[in-house]
């Protein structure tokens, strides 16, 4: 078998609409535990920079044995953020998973939230039948740039190889995971953290300006 068959998306930033939630979430999670000034600037720093990876990993770098602590904060202040300021859908998302699956293909959702977070966003979303597959670091292993949850998705999947998966996303991060995978093809989105640069630096094949262009990349279409 030749082609592509198993598309996996990232959620906040690609799939999902932003908007500074992670950074809001996160400055109320730090002002929680009494971080300020050069330290709180510091970790800010820090979590733009490593966006898309396992916020408990994450947290663990800047925090040390508080990062459980930390992390069950942030789960709480995301949600809580998120119901604030609402979530909606990257215009098109829906539409380029569903046009996949038409065409026979398998779709995944990976994100470094954790499953609980994960299904608040889902049903917020609407999305509850849309993704074969929702994948979080809980279920999988090691978060980001670590390959594993699109392991994941390959075996429950029962993709034919890894050179079968498409993997889009818009951090470095997604792209390095998809390279340490042996994806076949990488696609960097421009609606969320990072710019065409830093994805392509970071292994991106295609950078487009939406997940709704997905299906007009020519590499895209050529593996179908």
């Excluded at 198993?6 to 690609?14: E, Q, S, Y």
């Excluded at 009494?34 to 720093?45: I, K, L, W, Y």
């Excluded at 998120?82 to 569903?98: K, L, M, N, S, Y």
């Excluded at 995978?181 to 990072?194: H, K, M, P, R």
Aim: net charge negative; with cysteine.
């Amino acid at each position: 078998m030749n082609g592509f068959e198993l598309v996996c998306f990232d959620m906040a930033g690609t799939t999902m609409v932003d908007s500074g939630l992670v950074i809001e979430s996160f400055r109320r999670t730090i002002d929680g535990l009494g971080v300020s000034g050069r330290e709180a600037v510091e970790a800010e720093s820090y979590v733009v920079a490593t966006m898309g990876q396992s916020k408990i990993e994450v947290f663990t770098a800047l925090f040390g044995d508080r990062a459980e602590q930390a992390n069950e904060a942030f789960e709480r202040n995301f949600v809580d953020t998120a119901r604030d300021f609402g979530v909606r859908e990257i215009p098109g998302a829906r539409e380029v998973v569903e046009e996949l699956r038409i065409l026979g293909f398998k779709v995944a959702l990976t994100t470094g939230f954790s499953p609980s977070t994960r299904e608040v966003l889902i049903e917020e979303l609407g999305w509850s039948d849309l993704f074969d597959l929702r994948v979080s670091p809980a279920d999988a292993g090691r978060g980001r740039p670590a390959p594993d949850m699109l392991l994941w998705c390959a075996l429950h999947l029962e993709a034919f190889s890894m050179s079968s998966l498409v993997v889009v996303g818009d951090t470095a991060s997604d792209m390095q995971a998809g390279q340490r995978a042996g994806a076949g093809l990488c696609v960097g989105v421009l609606s969320g953290t990072d710019d065409d640069v830093r994805l392509r630096g970071n292994g991106a094949d295609e950078v487009v300006s939406s997940v709704a262009e997905l299906l007009d990349i020519a590499a895209f279409r050529q593996g179908c």
